[in-house]
């Protein structure tokens, strides 16, 4: 086999033939067991002087010649780049390329004991590829205010507290901060030290209102974040007007936004809800005292009792009729809550001018008369329906008897008179009904056509005539006897005067120039249009 090899490479030049002899020796070698040697004689160069001990033992970090997977007998011996790795941390965790690449890639071997095998350069390095991002101001600091001489660049802090503990304002409450675990970028910003981004909220103690404002230190003397009282007692003692009166739990009626704005929720809290003038009073003008150990009754009387104008006589239901809005002004409604509803001059009266006494014990009557008896003009001639007539917006006013339901409806002219005009006192029912009783004085015929004026005169006008001579009577007038009046034949009283159609001569003998020859008929012969007329007799 030797020999066909050397005939093969005999044709070529002396670098191929040198090459062709190497591996021939190597597996030679190979099979007799002497790898390490051969490997120790054909090594390219000599290993940087941190491997130098390990020069002679190739196994170390290499496989057999020509295969791949050296990288995982580098990280056996390098365990903490290893565990980079494993974990994404670090350079060789996150940056692209090197957790799944071969080690040798970057790191070139056998360069000679001075070679720099990491090759790293501080001022080309993406610090975004390692587990401390530079933000804020640490963008403009130089690498070796950080990363300390003789210490691996690995081996530089991420602690905040490692490069800033001189600039640490917290003092001895520092070791506190750092027991709790707390990092200075859960308050501090990489932008500017004196910058604070620290969410109060995650302490389990919300800011709000005017705490929001407010600086640290006000509440936090001395630097003194731990073990600060979260009671509002704690820090507004020196605020209680109270004196320790209502307790110690200030946030049942104040709030943040306003110590003097009382957030406590009397209407929900309480079985008392406040309306009206009620919201307007200070606490302290109901509760003199603790208002967790004193009971305030609830009753209207109870605060009240001195403004009762009634003396005791309207109970102790206040609120039935009065309001929160104004004690003054009365809510009861006269007209919903009871069978009497007020009405014109009843509802500008106050309620004593009627409840005399105790207003639940005596009981008022709603009749007219039970009040106004002493107001009756009529001395009861009327009865005691006084409703009938008069009304509550006056008691002499609109008065609303209903005439035309008695013997004597009122029309024409009487609809317009006044009652006093026929009602000359107020005993109406003793007002007679005949004409002759008010108009006697207007009677031009002086009581000879009787007393029954309604025959011949309307209530509308006394001159307007409704008699009909023709119809109602057996003497038709006719001719001049239509234009003469009444009395010229009725000169008698009416009850007389019937005889007058027994013939011309009872009213015209004196004008009968027959002396009677021709008889009581003139009408034989004449008419009534002039006597001087003969009729065609013949």
């Known amino acids: 086999m030797w020999w066909w090899c050397i005939s093969i490479?005999?044709?070529?030049?002396?670098?191929?033939?040198?090459?062709?002899?190497?591996?021939?020796?190597?597996?030679?070698?190979?099979?007799?067991g002497q790898a390490d040697i051969i490997e120790t004689l054909i090594m390219?160069?000599?290993?940087?002087?941190?491997?130098?001990k390990y020069e002679?033992?190739?196994?170390?970090?290499?496989?057999?010649?020509?295969?791949?997977?050296?990288?995982?007998?580098?990280?056996?011996?390098?365990?903490?780049?290893?565990?980079?790795?494993?974990?994404?941390?670090?350079?060789?965790?996150?940056?692209?390329?090197?957790?799944?690449?071969?080690?040798?890639?970057?790191?070139?071997?056998?360069?000679?004991?001075?070679?720099?095998?990491?090759?790293?350069?501080?001022?080309?390095?993406?610090?975004?590829?390692?587990?401390?991002?530079?933000?804020?101001?640490?963008?403009?600091?130089?690498?070796?205010a950080c990363h300390k001489a003789k210490l691996k660049y690995r081996d530089a802090s991420t602690q905040c507290l490692q490069c800033h503990r001189k600039k640490n304002p917290h003092g001895d409450n520092l070791k506190k901060i750092e027991k709790k675990s707390q990092s200075c970028v859960a308050c501090h910003t990489t932008a500017n030290w004196q910058e604070i981004r620290f969410k109060h909220k995650t302490t389990g103690y919300k800011l709000t209102g005017r705490h929001k404002n407010i600086i640290c230190q006000a509440c936090h003397k001395n630097d003194r974040f731990h073990d600060t009282v979260k009671t509002c007692y704690g820090c507004h003692q020196i605020n209680d007007v109270h004196k320790g009166g209502q307790g110690k739990k200030c946030q049942d009626c104040h709030n943040p936004s306003a110590w003097k704005k009382i957030a406590f929720?009397?209407?929900?809290?309480?079985?008392?809800?406040?309306?009206?003038?009620?919201?307007?009073?200070?606490?302290?003008?109901?509760?003199?005292?603790?208002?967790?150990k004193e009971k305030l009754k609830t009753t209207?009387?109870?605060?009240?009792?001195?403004?009762?104008?009634?003396?005791?006589?309207?109970?102790?239901?206040?609120?039935?009729?009065?309001?929160?809005?104004?004690?003054?002004?009365?809510?009861?409604?006269?007209?919903?809550?009871?069978?009497?509803?007020?009405?014109?001059?009843?509802?500008d009266q106050k309620c004593l001018a009627c409840h005399k006494g105790n207003i639940y014990k005596d009981k008022l009557k709603t009749q007219c008369y039970a009040c106004h008896q002493f107001d009756d003009a009529h001395d009861g001639k009327q009865g005691r329906e006084c409703n009938q007539c008069h009304s509550e917006t006056g008691w002499s006013q609109n008065v609303v008897f209903e005439h035309d339901a008695t013997p004597f409806p009122l029309m024409g002219l009487h609809a317009v008179t006044p009652?006093?005009?026929?009602?000359?006192?107020?005993?109406?029912?003793?007002?007679?009904?005949?004409?002759l009783a008010c108009h006697k004085s207007k009677d031009i015929h002086k009581g000879t056509m009787g007393k029954k004026?309604?025959?011949?005169?309307?209530?509308?006008?006394?001159?307007?005539?409704?008699?009909?001579?023709?119809?109602?009577?057996?003497?038709?007038?006719?001719?001049?006897?239509?234009?003469i009046s009444c009395d010229k034949c009725h000169y008698k009283p009416l009850g007389t005067m019937k005889s007058i159609i027994d013939g011309c001569s009872s009213c015209h003998s004196g004008d009968d120039v027959h002396h009677g020859q021709f008889g009581a008929n003139c009408q034989r012969c004449h008419t009534t249009e002039n006597f001087q007329d003969l009729k065609d007799f013949h």
Do not use: M
């Not at 670098?15 to 030679?28: K, M, N, Q, R």
């Not at 390219?44 to 130098?52: D, F, S």
């Not at 309480?270 to 208002?291: A, I, M, N, V, Y």
């Open 56 to 144: 002679s033992e190739c196994a170390r970090c290499h496989k057999k010649l020509g295969t791949k997977g050296d990288s995982k007998l580098c990280l056996s011996c390098h365990k903490h780049v290893a565990t980079d790795v494993r974990n994404r941390r670090g350079f060789h965790g996150k940056a692209p390329g090197v957790r799944t690449g071969e080690c040798r890639t970057c790191h070139t071997e056998h360069i000679g004991r001075q070679g720099d095998i990491v090759k790293f350069a501080p001022q080309s390095f993406n610090h975004q590829n390692a587990d401390f991002h530079l933000t804020g101001a640490h963008q403009q600091v130089s690498c070796n």
């Open 300 to 347: 209207c009387v109870s605060c009240h009792r001195q403004d009762d104008v009634h003396t005791t006589r309207f109970g102790s239901k206040c609120d039935k009729c009065h309001s929160e809005k104004r004690w003054d002004k009365n809510r009861f409604s006269h007209s919903k809550d009871t069978k009497f509803p007020l009405k014109g001059r009843h509802a």
């Open 453 to 483: 004026c309604q025959l011949c005169h309307t209530p509308n006008a006394w001159g307007i005539w409704v008699f009909n001579h023709d119809t109602q009577t057996d003497f038709k007038l006719s001719g001049k006897h239509r234009k």
């Open 265 to 292: 929720n009397h209407d929900k809290k309480t079985k008392f809800p406040l309306r009206g003038k009620h919201r307007q009073e200070s606490c302290q003008s109901c509760h003199k005292g603790d208002p967790k």
């Open 44 to 52: 390219p160069g000599k290993v940087v002087a941190a491997h130098k």
């Open 9 to 32: 490479k005999s044709t070529a030049n002396q670098t191929a033939w040198s090459v062709g002899l190497a591996i021939i020796i190597f597996l030679a070698f190979s099979i007799t």
């Open 419 to 435: 009652c006093e005009g026929c009602h000359l006192n107020t005993k109406y029912q003793s007002t007679k009904r005949e004409c």
